[in-house]
């Protein structure tokens, strides 16, 4: 399981950085939800990943043992992450619609698609 989330972060990461350094805006938005896509999966998998177990509390541990518990902060700081990308996305994306409107093209340069 370690090996194909980190498969699916580097993938996504690549993918991100590449769209990143392309011309047009719309690509390089897309560049940018990529990475934020990877950095929330880096942060949720430092939560621990373990499939079949208990979310929360192990059994036969006692529950004042604090290395029994699931770290929430992971959950919480993605799904924060989640919620304020989504709202930068469509910030963007109506910026960069105005911004075609306006210039007429959607280089990241402003230059013209025959230049």
Avoid at 42 to 64: D, N, Q, T
Wanted: no cysteine.
């Amino acid at each position: 399981m370690e090996i194909v989330l980190s498969v699916a972060i580097g993938v996504l990461a690549g993918s991100g950085v590449w769209l990143l350094l392309r011309p047009r805006t719309f690509q390089v938005l897309m560049g940018l939800v990529l990475l934020s896509y990877a950095v929330n999966l880096f942060i949720f998998s430092m939560g621990s990943l373990s499939i079949g177990a208990e979310p929360i509390i192990s059994p036969g541990r006692p529950s004042h043992d604090l290395g029994s518990y699931a770290d929430p902060v992971p959950q919480a700081l993605v799904l924060t992450a989640i919620v304020i990308g989504f709202a930068t996305t469509a910030l963007f994306l109506t910026l960069l619609l105005a911004l075609r409107g306006l210039v007429g093209n959607d280089h990241v340069d402003g230059r013209k698609d025959d230049e």
